[in-house]
């Protein structure tokens, strides 16, 4: 009998389900509110039409269609859960507040390097759908995914080889009502794992299922090697903080597969990081610019201002995600020597910060903010102006890479300036 299946959205993971159930000769029914799709509504008396239904991560649980579709009694799944069904090789899933992208790049080169096939997919830009499609689905192959919380939220389906838990903090709490829920949309991977899994969490993340009294106790808590650490080239962005957490647990999981740290370190000294994640852009004037574009919650960005020292100009701003603001800007002002801030959260970000920092300017436009951390920077010595800023780009900018690529452009433009003059 053919299975029907509504597809929720339009967009990359959408197209990707699409694809993936049309190879397989099912009946599916793209439903998209903006038009985009086969459909733009859906009603109880379009249930009938369906047996399952699958959502794009945009969907939140209090969606109505959703509301509607889980109601039913009939599967609800993600893109990934989907996808998982037609996928015949090996499943290693990573999730985190943060580092995500960066620890499913390393783990996927890292099994690359030891002659496995790997391919990476998921929240990392490639649908997990359009991997099963290609030849990298395999019975020998790994598929190294990289997972949100909103893809979280219905993943059942999907069947764990093993499963990484980078850091846990404060983010996307406009979507979820408070740190419990955010906690628990990532939790539901814990029952996606194999009987045989395994299961690497950062120390933080410990932490936090202590606290939350989860009862899963299936898991290995990531110990820093220093003797392993040691082997990296110090020239590689995994010889340092953030970045050695994530190295930290590659090497978790790696000694637990039993294989060889040599192809782990090749791996680590090898990598390029993706563009806007802590990158040095420039030098001028004795001014160090840096672009870390992709932090986009507190988490994030007190990472960079450790990672990167004093003394610091930073920009921050941009829309506010949910989180304690007034919290978050105590302790930015223990790192930075000055703020500049930037759109939306800037008026509310610059009244928390007040009192605390002898310097804090707010624009509202995010051009005129990078002019004007690169003055002030230039009246210190040896200064860092640190693109982290801490919210949303959604404000000004499509993407955190738009932002991130207009400040590259506005370092880059400045620079050329006064190397003329």
């Not at 090697?225 to 090497?251: Q, V, W």
């Amino acid at each position: 009998m053919l299975e029907r299946y509504a597809i929720f959205g339009a967009g990359q993971s959408a197209q990707a389900a699409r694809r993936l159930a049309r190879h397989h000769d099912l009946e599916v029914v793209l439903i998209d509110e903006a038009g985009q799709g086969d459909r733009a509504v859906f009603e109880a008396h379009d249930l009938a039409d369906f047996d399952a239904f699958i959502f794009s991560p945009g969907f939140a649980q209090e969606h109505p269609w959703r509301v509607l579709a889980q109601a039913s009694g009939r599967p609800c799944m993600s893109e990934l859960a989907f996808a998982a069904r037609y996928w015949q090789g090996k499943v290693i899933a990573v999730t985190g507040t943060n580092g995500k992208t960066t620890l499913t790049g390393l783990i996927d080169a890292a099994l690359k390097q030891a002659g496995h096939r790997s391919v990476c997919a998921g929240n990392i830009g490639f649908p997990f759908a359009d991997a099963v499609l290609t030849e990298a689905n395999h019975p020998e192959a790994y598929v190294v995914l990289e997972v949100s919380s909103f893809q979280a939220e219905l993943a059942g389906g999907l069947s764990l080889d093993a499963l990484l838990w980078t850091n846990f903090a404060e983010d996307h709490l406009d979507r979820y009502g408070s740190m419990i829920d955010y906690f628990n949309a990532k939790a539901r991977l814990f029952a996606c794992l194999k009987p045989s899994g395994i299961c690497v969490l950062g120390a933080q993340v410990a932490d936090w299922m202590e606290a939350m009294h989860q009862e899963f106790n299936a898991y290995f808590v990531a110990q820093e090697d220093s003797a392993l650490l040691f082997k990296i080239d110090p020239s590689s962005s995994f010889h340092r903080y953030p970045n050695s957490e994530n190295f930290t647990l590659a090497a978790e999981l790696w000694w637990l597969l039993g294989l060889s740290s040599a192809h782990l370190i090749e791996a680590a000294n090898t990598f390029e990081l993706e563009p806007h994640r802590l990158a040095r852009v420039a030098d001028s004037e004795g001014v160090c610019y840096w672009d870390d574009s992709k932090a986009t919650n507190f988490h994030a960005t007190l990472a960079a201002l450790e990672s990167v020292g004093p003394p610091v100009v930073w920009i921050g701003g941009g829309r506010a995600k949910g989180g304690d603001i007034e919290a978050f800007a105590r302790e930015v002002s223990d790192y930075v020597n000055a703020a500049v801030l930037y759109g939306e959260v800037a008026p509310r970000l610059a009244a928390a910060l007040e009192g605390l920092l002898d310097s804090v300017q707010v624009f509202s436009c995010f051009a005129d903010a990078v002019c004007a951390a690169a003055e002030l920077a230039k009246s210190m010595t040896d200064a860092n102006v640190l693109l982290s800023p801490g919210f949303s780009s959604f404000d000004q900018f499509g993407s955190y890479a738009e932002r991130g690529k207009s400040f590259t452009d506005l370092v880059l433009s400045l620079k050329n300036t006064s190397n003329a003059s």
